[in-house]
């Protein structure tokens, strides 16, 4: 015969052991929704620093086969070259919005902008930007005048834009607009008026 | 490079109320084949897919069903049996071109007349009928009477003026020869090949030729002493304008044909007398599908690319430019690839008054007209230019172009736009350049393959551009 002492130790034991387990996967669920999704790929906010400025995007309509500018309130950072940047990207930003005007990948991103001086800007568009681009002279010719008429207005100094592709030099940007040349700032600001 | 099609190669011409064309001829396996899309496109609304073993296509309300290799098809619904084998090549269609008599009338509903020797084909009653009247005064005259207006390539050669019907459904008058009375000109020959019609006529001196009746008849007669001079020289060919009246001089006879004595032929209406002697070149446009081959530019729907579209459309601005006087180099007539450097160079080569480029796009409606995004420039101080930026001179021409397209088009309630573009090679072409870009219509994507659309279009385009001819140093 057990001694009752020893059954109720025993018990007491298992009652310990199945509530540990309870708890020790209650913590592990916690955990899984703590931790960000390991397959996510979306892009992280850049840090940005500085007092929010209200600048103009010059933003594209496909229908209406034009730039329309629109203001923004947006964080720029001091320096031309971030500034230029950011101010891109959230041109950008407005592209891939569901049911946007001029629809861009939702991978497209801006990889860097170089300011050369004296007045010569390039900028560096990631591989997606130009790949999933749109085919047609319209659509890419309105993205070439909105990128370079909104970095030209915001960012003084710039007279000539080049565009790159993933750092390097590419003919068109989707089969048409020919990305070979330096844009004339002045340019394209009139052609964008007419 | 196959900017325009050499003699060499073969060539099937087509000739229907809605299109003319001329299309190149495959040789596989001994037998002689044609693209089936590029033979339906000009005609009516095509569409199709293939898996590489199977076509299916859809012409207007017309469904088909094609297999590789294989001799039997369906064609609304009903078996048909090729005498070669059908054939797929990169998703494109070949048919044999000794079935096109039978197998046309099942898309088309309607008469077709294939004279498969000579690789011309006649839809519906669309030929030119020709008659004979010869005038014995001096210098003699023999006068060609035409069914309809015709435009045919004159060339002389010592003895003979000869005149080439390319693009003019010339139909035979009966005999290959027919001899005149008449000591000067003595014989007219009738042949075809190759897709075109040949009329010559064998004389003992040099002949002159000119258009009258609305380009429904040539008179070619005797050169008179003292008009030579004013003419082209040696064998060059020299054309008119749709109203102007043109003459070609042939240098001296070298030879003497043997005269028959057989009596010409006669039309019932007496030619009109020939215009004075004058010399008028039709000056050149240059007319370039965008895209071809391996780059078939932008998907407008899962089976139809940019590139079929604008070699559809760069066919029948041909046909509407020649209607007004202009000669045509079309860059390409097939699915070929040209590069951009290419197509730039061929187009300056020709040394055109103007250049065309053609693209299509699902965006927007109706058409939009580009010039060279570049800056305007003074005059070339010397004869070169830099090569990305050759349209600099003639950018200004360029937008006087530009205006006379949106203004025309506007005038026909059609929607159009006009901007400058980064686009090459508009940038490295020398001479007056645009490029159109055709959108669908009010019917929707649908019309970007419409006949009726691009034609309208096409001739649009072809109406602004004559109309600006003194602009682009075009002498009237």
């Known amino acids: ?194 | 490079m196959s900017a325009a099609p050499s003699a060499d190669e073969k060539h099937i011409s087509v000739y229907s109320p809605v299109a003319t064309y001329t299309l190149p001829v495959l040789e596989r396996a001994g037998h002689e084949y044609v693209g089936l899309l590029e033979l339906l496109e000009p005609l009516g609304r095509v569409s199709s897919e293939s898996d590489g073993r199977r076509l299916k296509l859809r012409y207007n309300a017309v469904d088909a069903e094609f297999a590789a290799g294989k001799t039997r098809a369906k064609i609304r619904g009903r078996d048909f049996d090729f005498s070669t084998p059908f054939l797929i090549e990169n998703s494109r269609g070949l048919v044999p071109l000794n079935s096109l008599s039978t197998l046309l009338p099942r898309f088309l509903g309607t008469t077709v007349n294939f004279r498969e020797s000579a690789r011309r084909l006649f839809i519906g009653d669309v030929g030119i009928q020709i008659s004979f009247r010869l005038d014995n005064g001096s210098p003699p005259r023999l006068a060609l009477n035409f069914s309809a207006p015709v435009n045919p390539t004159i060339s002389t050669e010592p003895g003979k003026l000869r005149m080439i019907f390319k693009r003019d459904p010339l139909i035979s008058p009966g005999t290959q020869s027919i001899s005149f009375a008449n000591k000067v000109i003595t014989q007219a020959s009738y042949s075809e090949n190759n897709g075109s019609a040949e009329l010559d006529v064998i004389a003992n001196e040099p002949l002159m030729a000119s258009y009258s009746n609305n380009r429904k008849t040539i008179v070619v007669s005797a050169v008179e002493p003292g008009t030579v001079a004013n003419g082209t020289p040696g064998t060059a060919t020299s054309q008119s304008g749709p109203q102007n009246p043109a003459q070609m001089s042939t240098p001296q006879n070298s030879g003497s044909p043997t005269a028959s004595q057989n009596p010409p032929q006669t039309s019932p209406q007496p030619p009109p007398p020939a215009p004075a002697a004058q010399t008028f070149h039709r000056p050149l446009a240059v007319v370039d599908p965008a895209h071809g081959g391996e780059e078939r530019g932008a998907a407008l729907t899962n089976t139809l690319a940019e590139k079929d579209v604008t070699l559809g459309f760069a066919r029948l601005l041909r046909h509407e430019l020649e209607l007004r006087g202009f000669s045509v180099l079309l860059l390409r007539d097939a699915d070929t690839t040209l590069t951009l450097d290419q197509r730039a160079a061929a187009a300056n080569v020709a040394r055109a008054v103007i250049y065309i480029s053609l693209h299509a796009d699902s965006l927007g409606r109706g058409a939009r007209v580009y010039t060279s995004l570049l800056p305007v420039e003074g005059p070339s101080n010397g004869a070169f230019h830099p090569w990305n930026s050759a349209q600099a001179p003639a950018l200004p021409v360029s937008k006087i172009v530009s205006a006379a397209i949106v203004a025309t088009m506007r005038k026909q309630e059609f929607p159009v736009q006009a901007s400058p573009a980064s686009l090459r090679p508009l940038n490295n072409v020398f001479m007056p350049a645009i490029a159109m870009e055709l959108a669908p219509g009010p019917n929707g994507i649908t019309d970007l393959t419409s006949a009726n659309y691009q034609q309208r279009t096409a001739a649009a385009i072809a109406d602004a551009v004559a109309s600006v001819r003194d602009r682009l140093g075009v002498q009237q």
């Open chain 1, 1 to 194: 015969m057990i001694p009752r002492h020893l059954l109720i130790g025993v018990a007491a034991l298992l009652l310990l052991v199945v509530s540990m387990g309870i708890y020790l996967r209650h913590m592990r669920q916690q955990v899984k929704k703590l931790e960000p999704p390991a397959a996510s790929l979306s892009p992280v906010a850049p840090p940005t620093s500085g007092p929010t400025e209200t600048v103009t995007l010059y933003v594209a309509d496909d229908a209406a086969g034009t730039l329309r500018p629109r203001s923004a309130q947006i964080p720029l950072p001091g320096g031309r070259q971030q500034r230029a940047e950011e101010l891109l990207r959230a041109l950008l930003r407005i592209y891939q919005e569901p049911g946007a005007a001029h629809p861009l990948s939702p991978d497209a991103d801006i990889r860097s902008i170089y300011l050369v001086d004296p007045g010569a800007a390039v900028i560096d568009l990631n591989a997606a930007f130009a790949d999933q681009h749109r085919s047609g002279i319209l659509s890419e010719q309105l993205t070439v005048n909105s990128l370079i008429e909104t970095l030209a207005v915001n960012v003084p100094g710039i007279l000539r834009v080049n565009i790159l592709v993933g750092g390097q030099t590419r003919d068109t940007l989707a089969g048409h607009a020919d990305l070979t040349q330096s844009f004339d700032v002045l340019t394209i600001e009139q052609a964008s008026n007419q």
